[in-house]
C-alpha cells in the first residue's frame, strides 16, 4: 500500500494561485502513474490532472493552460500548480496513486472574494 498526503489548500481570491502538494510513501512512486481529482459540493469527484511515471501529462478540459501537474521522483511528491483560479475551482482536491489505487484525504481548495 501507499500512503498519500495532500497540502497546499487554502482561500484565494479569483484570479490567484495555489500549490497543492501529494506526498507517497514507499518504494514504487517513480513508475506509479498520479492523478489529482477534485470534488465539489453536490457534484461527483472528477479527474483535473494526471502524470505517469516518465513525466506524460493530461489534463480536463476545464483547467488546460491554467493548471500544470508536476512530479518530485527524488521527493516522492506530485504537485498541482494551480493558476488563474475561479470560484468553479472550488472543491476538496485529492491526489491518487494509480498501482495502489490510495486516495489522500483531500485539501480543501475555496476561490472567493
Known amino acids: 500500500q501507499v500512503q498519500l498526503v495532500e497540502s497546499g489548500g487554502g482561500l484565494v481570491q479569483p484570479g490567484g494561485s495555489l500549490r497543492l502538494s501529494c506526498a507517497a510513501s514507499?518504494?514504487?512512486?517513480?513508475?506509479?502513474?498520479m492523478g489529482w481529482y477534485r470534488q465539489a459540493p453536490g457534484k461527483q469527484r472528477e479527474l483535473v490532472a494526471a502524470i505517469t511515471g516518465g513525466g506524460s501529462t493530461n489534463y480536463a478540459d476545464s483547467v488546460k493552460g491554467r493548471f500544470t501537474i508536476s512530479r518530485d521522483n527524488a521527493k516522492n511528491t506530485v504537485y498541482l500548480q494551480m493558476n488563474s483560479l475561479k470560484p468553479e475551482d472550488t472543491a476538496v482536491y485529492y491526489c491518487?496513486?494509480?498501482?495502489?489505487?490510495?486516495w489522500g484525504q483531500g485539501t480543501q481548495v475555496t476561490v472567493s472574494s
Open positions: 514507499g518504494s514504487f512512486f517513480s513508475i506509479d502513474s
Open positions: 491518487k496513486s494509480t498501482i495502489f489505487g490510495s
